[in-house]
């Protein structure tokens, strides 16, 4: 049981620190060692448990995103029961949302605890930080974590009737798009690295080909709805960039 400690940060990648979160909860909520099998597991994993809220907003926080905390701690537990606050892309957090948190993650009515997630530290303010017990999390499985269709980016060569069946299959949101994204340009920065250290310019220079158009993806995110689309395209570029 997680008692000690009420509100966390979980610093690393967006597969990461979910990963972590996950475990926090089916090591607080399920009553069979964190089995991963029962219902309780299946519903956390899930986002579904009734002990479990999960908040993500589609861009920068508001402060009607964060009125459902205050309402549901108006609630009493029971003993020994525990609810979670799963706050995503806590570097979100404008000052002000900020500022309506603090009271209640530093001291929250019995039962209540606060999971915050970002990428890095340093863009979550300082008084969310102070707060939090912080804990740096690595995807020990990157690779086998991503979807399929992600895995088309990782290579310089690609079948394109594989992509277009994992395209096809795909039910990513928006908002996994741009996490993957941000995945793959790490990726590409750490391979065109070991690229310059081995000196094999040709494959440095497609290093930087798919950095480019990595980057161009994150400034151009897609439309509502439109994820589909976003990769296919992103494909037919990727076969432009590397030619």
């Avoid at 017990?133 to 690609?158: D, I, M, R, W, Y």
């Avoid at 995945?183 to 250290?197: C, H, N």
């Amino acid at each position: 049981m997680i008692t000690a400690t009420h509100a966390r940060l979980l610093i690393g990648t967006k597969l990461a620190t979910e990963k972590e979160a996950l475990a926090l909860l089916q090591n607080s909520l399920c009553t069979h060692s964190a089995c991963g099998t029962c219902f309780t597991c299946t519903q956390i994993t899930s986002k579904l448990h009734h002990n479990t809220l999960w908040i993500a907003p589609e861009k920068r926080y508001s402060i009607d995103d964060l009125e459902i905390i205050f309402q549901k701690t108006q609630l009493g537990l029971d003993q020994n029961e525990l609810c979670f606050f799963i706050i995503t892309k806590a570097d979100f957090l404008n000052q002000t949302c900020a500022n309506s948190l603090l009271k209640i993650v530093e001291e929250p009515p019995q039962g209540y605890q606060f999971l915050f997630l970002a990428e890095r530290s340093e863009t979550v303010l300082p008084t969310i930080r102070s707060r939090c017990v912080q804990k740096n999390c690595t995807s020990t499985g990157t690779a086998e974590e991503l979807p399929a269709l992600v895995h088309h980016f990782k290579s310089f060569h690609s079948d394109p009737v594989s992509f277009s069946k994992e395209v096809s299959q795909s039910t990513m949101t928006e908002q996994d798009c741009l996490s993957f994204i941000d995945d793959l340009l790490r990726y590409w920065v750490d391979t065109y690295k070991r690229s310059i250290e081995t000196q094999n310019t040709t494959q440095s220079s497609k290093c930087l080909a798919m950095i480019t158009l990595l980057k161009k993806a994150l400034a151009q995110p897609p439309a509502p709805g439109s994820s589909k689309i976003f990769w296919k395209n992103l494909y037919l570029q990727r076969e432009l960039y590397l030619s």
